[in-house]
């Protein structure tokens, strides 16, 4: 069966300081793959898309970005955080353009 | 990518019905609807993906008029554990060659004892 990791769960990180969040899955092959960001009692926004290793949509400008080294590793990457991008980060894999399924997501915190 | 609009919010009581419509009157042909249910502090996680007329699994059914430009999730006699975030989608389904998902802010079911 398949599955998909986050980590870390939480983070506490000062403005300013870089950050990798780290997604990957299991149990299958060649998915696609989401980074969400969700603010507190909102729905969730889009920030990238992957259809492949190295391959990479942004959807949102902003000071994130996003790699995907392996065909089941993605990663969400900042060099300096601001205090707006606190937030619930989730990831997400898709098979053959159908649902998705969410990873337990990291709750980031900007201080 | 079609626009949704569902109600904010809804309460419900343990053992009724309940039924979300959803809104999307830029529905496009190759376009599939797909619902998904979200926990506190989880991702979200799916409900049914229809394209027209009805479908039913075991947890809900989707209705879909004719003219597709909207859609109803039906949850048959929820309990305290149903109480969520609800999120209808619109965009493209089973190998349409890429879907870009748009969540709105989803409709917040609360039901009571």
């Known amino acids: 069966s398949q599955t998909i990791h986050q980590w870390p769960a939480t983070l506490v990180q000062p403005v300013g300081s870089p950050l990798s969040l780290e997604c990957t899955v299991e149990g299958t092959s060649n998915p696609n793959l989401y980074w969400y960001r969700q603010a507190a009692g909102r729905g969730l926004q889009l920030l990238f898309y992957?259809?492949?290793?190295?391959?990479i949509s942004s959807e949102v400008p902003q000071n994130l970005s996003a790699s995907r080294p392996q065909d089941r590793q993605f990663i969400l990457s900042s060099k300096k955080l601001l205090l707006s991008d606190s937030g619930f980060y989730l990831c997400?894999?898709?098979?053959?353009?159908?649902?998705?399924?969410f990873g337990p997501g990291t709750r980031l915190t900007v201080t | 990518l079609a626009k949704t609009t569902q109600p904010i919010s809804m309460d419900s009581y343990e053992g009724q019905e309940v039924n979300i419509t959803c809104s999307h009157n830029?529905?496009?042909?190759?376009?599939?609807i797909t619902w998904y249910q979200q926990f506190p502090s989880q991702g979200p996680r799916f409900i049914i993906q229809g394209y027209k007329t009805k479908v039913t699994n075991e947890v809900a059914s989707l209705f879909i008029p004719a003219d597709r430009k909207s859609s109803t999730l039906s949850l048959p006699r929820v309990s305290l554990s149903d109480t969520a975030v609800y999120y209808c989608l619109v965009g493209g389904g089973k190998g349409t060659g890429g879907f870009k998902t748009i969540f709105g802010a989803g409709t917040r079911l609360f039901v009571k004892a």
């Open positions: 830029n529905i496009a042909t190759n376009d599939y």
């Open positions: 997400a894999w898709e098979q053959l353009f159908s649902e998705q399924y």
């Open positions: 992957s259809v492949g290793i190295g391959q």
